[in-house]
């Protein structure tokens, strides 16, 4: 075997076109997070990003994207804001996983949306976990019988909020793969309240992370886009959703919705119009990502599995990197596997953020101004 790495934008299109033969070819791969288009926009906007060229006997059987940070500590691609990573290669490929972050100049790798079962990664898994789908693959009829059968009481609730926010703010109408930049910010805006309201970091805070979303709403492509969803009452934007799609899948990735309606639940209402056009759109799924809120629980008809874990080699930054790691990841496991705990946590977060926020508008005298003069 011979590795070889290079930056994204150094992949000629003899080698992009073999990333998109061995995605294809995989079903495990079928994941736009995976996807040679989302590489290359990473590589675009962050000079940190990399990817193994596998070669065995002169034909590229694997690529390996990834994150090289200083002193060598490697990150999935994209880190924090995908939910899903791994090695898109043959099927059964199983390289020694140590090798492979000698050839990469890495001296440690974290992962914790692994596909799940990749050979070179496998000895290396801490845990494997759920990731909640909406299985399309039946038809949204088949899918829509199984979410009423499961929670008929959560069901027939977000319909009868959803005739009532009608009738009150005028017509629902959703909206499928929208190319409006515009409707793009207003959903930001949302989700940049939503991050600050809460507690969390904003992630549109960053530039480069306001640009990758514009690059990927710009994609379009028969295995790869970006899609931009939004549910309106009468021509009121109250929820939407931007997320990532390749042939068959769509992955979510920032849904969020105007507070000023939270009381007709209009993001749950937005997935179930969402998972209806996505089927009509020829998906075969919706892949919600692990972890997190409990209405996945009840939209969820089956499960994906991806894994946790950590690879190393013998060194003082690998040493100094699992003490400041694993006591972090371990309290994270132990928050998401306890409900009570969660939502503990959410509720502090969520108090954080209202402190912050109060403090913020006193400084300027009661003025909040939202991001990119949106809203």
């Keep these: 075997m011979n590795i070889v790495v290079v930056r994204p934008g150094d992949l000629g299109e003899s080698e992009i076109t073999r990333w998109r033969e061995l995605q294809g070819a995989d079903p495990s791969l079928d994941n736009p997070f995976l996807s040679v288009e989302f590489a290359l926009a990473m590589g675009r906007l962050r000079d940190y990003v990399r990817v193994a060229v596998i070669q065995d006997g002169g034909k590229i059987v694997g690529f390996f994207p990834y994150e090289r940070h200083n002193f060598g500590i490697g990150k999935p691609l994209g880190g924090f804001l995908t939910t899903c990573h791994g090695l898109i290669s043959v099927p059964g490929l199983k390289l020694d996983a140590r090798t492979l972050l000698r050839a990469c100049r890495l001296s440690v790798f974290d992962f914790d949306h692994m596909v799940a079962g990749q ?10 976990r759920p990731a909640p789908v909406m299985d399309l693959s039946s038809g949204f009829d088949f899918y829509i019988d199984q979410v009423k059968t499961n929670s008929p009481k959560n069901y027939k609730t977000v319909r009868y909020k959803e005739r009532k926010f009608g009738r009150e703010h005028g017509e629902i109408r959703f909206e499928w793969d929208s190319a409006d930049a515009g409707t793009l910010r207003t959903l930001m805006n949302w989700k940049s309240d939503q991050y600050r309201r809460t507690g ?3 992630r549109f805070a960053q530039p480069w992370i306001v640009r990758l979303l514009d690059e990927m709403h710009a994609e379009r492509s028969e295995t790869f886009s970006g899609v931009l969803t939004m549910v309106y009452a009468g021509d009121t934007p109250v929820a939407g959703h931007f997320g990532l799609r390749t042939a068959h899948t769509l992955v979510g990735w920032f849904p969020a919705y105007d507070i000023e309606f939270a009381r007709y639940s209009p993001g749950i209402m937005h997935h179930l119009h969402m998972a209806e056009h996505a089927a009509n759109a020829g998906l075969r799924q919706v892949d919600m990502g692990k972890g997190g809120r409990e209405y996945k629980g009840w939209l969820k008809s089956g499960d994906l599995f991806v894994a946790e874990g950590r690879i190393s080699r013998p060194s003082p930054t690998a040493a100094v ?26 509720r502090v977060l969520k108090g954080f953020g209202r402190m912050r926020t109060s403090a913020q508008n006193q400084s300027a005298s009661g003025v909040v101004k939202e991001p990119w003069g949106v809203g």
């Design 200 to 202: 969390r970091v904003d």
């Design 119 to 128: 050979p070179t990664f496998a000895a290396h898994q801490s845990d494997v």
């Design 321 to 346: 990197h699992w003490m400041g790691r694993t006591p972090v990841n371990k309290a994270r496991t132990i928050v998401t596997d306890r409900p009570h705990l969660y939502r503990l946590a959410d």
